[in-house]
């Protein structure tokens, strides 16, 4: 079944410095978000970026699409410590179109160093 | 005003017993959905729910039974609680035909089944 994979499993940076993770995914899709775990919090939206979109930004993130590789990734520029989080990349290709169902990736988390 | 709400937030209980979590939504969203998050952060969708009406079950153990009283509540009963239940449970809201197509989620709640 259709599974977005991200990679890093885990990635640790200094403050400022930009911090990029990927996600790959198998069957085709609508579109593509991006979501951020704090610890012991539910998921936040970020993102979304549609299947016949490359490119997205929105203040320091960017996502990029690339559906001939099914892969994505997230850009998270001049980072903070309070961007330390799992990100974890979701996928509608199980869903025969509509957003009823997402599937999730494990996550990527990500630490900042202050 | 908090958007996606559950009760309660930790839960610990014996094997066996019968337990509810609950979870209500103040967006007006249509669609209600439950998560379970297993110890690696592997988020995975459980049901759905759009307008009372169920229409994703994950191959989940029928020990698991959603209710959903009105469109703004879904509530998760399962009976026979076992070890392998421990995890977070994440209630999530969308609707489904808003052109983001994002999911809100509430904050969680841990079960332990000791």
């Known amino acids: 079944s259709q599974q977005g994979e991200e990679d890093p499993q885990a990635l640790s940076i200094q403050e400022g410095e930009n911090a990029t993770m990927n996600c790959s995914y198998k069957?085709?899709?609508?579109?593509l978000q991006w979501y951020r775990q704090n610890s012991g919090r539910g998921l936040v939206h970020l993102i979304l970026?549609?299947?016949?979109?490359r490119e997205k930004h929105s203040g320091r993130l960017r996502v990029t699409l690339d559906t001939s590789k099914k892969s994505s990734s997230l850009l998270i520029t001049a980072s903070r410590a309070a961007d330390t989080a799992s990100y974890f990349c979701?996928?509608?290709?199980?869903?025969?179109?509509?957003?009823?169902?997402?599937?999730f990736g494990k996550g990527t988390l990500l630490t900042v160093n202050p | 005003d908090t958007a996606v709400s559950q009760t309660p937030k930790y839960l610990v209980t014996q094997m066996g017993n019968d337990k509810s979590i609950k979870c209500e939504q103040n967006?007006?969203?249509?669609?209600m959905y439950w998560y379970k998050q297993d110890s690696k952060k592997f988020l995975k969708i459980m049901f759905s729910?759009?307008?009372?009406?169920?229409?994703i079950n994950e191959t989940v153990p029928n020990r698991f039974s959603p209710k959903s009283p009105d469109k703004a509540h879904l509530n998760l009963h399962i009976n026979s609680l076992e070890l392998g239940d421990s995890a977070v449970y994440f209630c999530?809201?969308?609707?489904?035909?808003?052109?983001?197509?994002?999911?809100?989620f509430g904050p969680g709640t841990r079960l332990t089944v000791t």
């Open positions: 729910y759009n307008n009372k009406e169920l229409i």
């Open positions: 967006l007006g969203h249509d669609t």
């Open positions: 069957t085709s899709i609508n579109n």
């Open positions: 979701a996928t509608d290709g199980d869903s025969g179109g509509s957003n009823y169902k997402l599937t």
């Open positions: 999530a809201s969308s609707q489904v035909w808003d052109k983001e197509g994002e999911q809100y």
């Open positions: 970026i549609r299947s016949n979109e």
